[in-house]
């Protein structure tokens, strides 16, 4: 059994061409929404990398300024006794195991 495919009319033709530019519409206008929200993303990073430099610079600009400090010897440390020391085990006799 053969069946056989109806040629496709010309207001079909058209109807499916239609179509298809409505959707590549749509699709086109997503595409320039993301490439705008892209380039704002962009711009807020690049805001936000210019203000981390410039925290950053501040920053080394307080720790250049800040007065060194001069490394002062550690404080003497008083004397102390030394521990006590662990009294002897008293030794005990040892028997040999018998030999079997």
């Given at each position: 059994m053969?069946?056989?495919?109806a040629p496709a009319?010309?207001?079909?033709?058209q109807?499916l061409?239609?179509s298809v530019l409505?959707n590549?519409?749509?699709?086109?206008?997503s595409m320039?929404?993301?490439a705008?929200e892209?380039?704002?993303?962009?711009?807020q990073?690049a805001s936000?990398?210019?203000?981390?430099k410039?925290?950053?610079?501040?920053i080394s600009?307080?720790?250049?300024?800040a007065?060194?400090?001069?490394?002062?010897?550690?404080?003497?440390r008083?004397a102390t006794?030394?521990?006590r020391?662990?009294?002897?085990v008293?030794?005990?006799?040892?028997?040999?195991a018998?030999v079997?």
């Amino acid at each position: 059994m053969t069946s056989r495919i109806a040629p496709a009319t010309t207001s079909d033709s058209q109807g499916l061409i239609e179509s298809v530019l409505v959707n590549l519409a749509a699709v086109r206008q997503s595409m320039d929404q993301l490439a705008a929200e892209f380039v704002a993303s962009q711009q807020q990073i690049a805001s936000d990398i210019a203000k981390l430099k410039a925290a950053e610079q501040e920053i080394s600009d307080k720790i250049s300024s800040a007065p060194s400090a001069q490394p002062t010897a550690a404080p003497a440390r008083a004397a102390t006794a030394p521990g006590r020391k662990p009294a002897p085990v008293p030794s005990q006799s040892r028997q040999e195991a018998p030999v079997r």
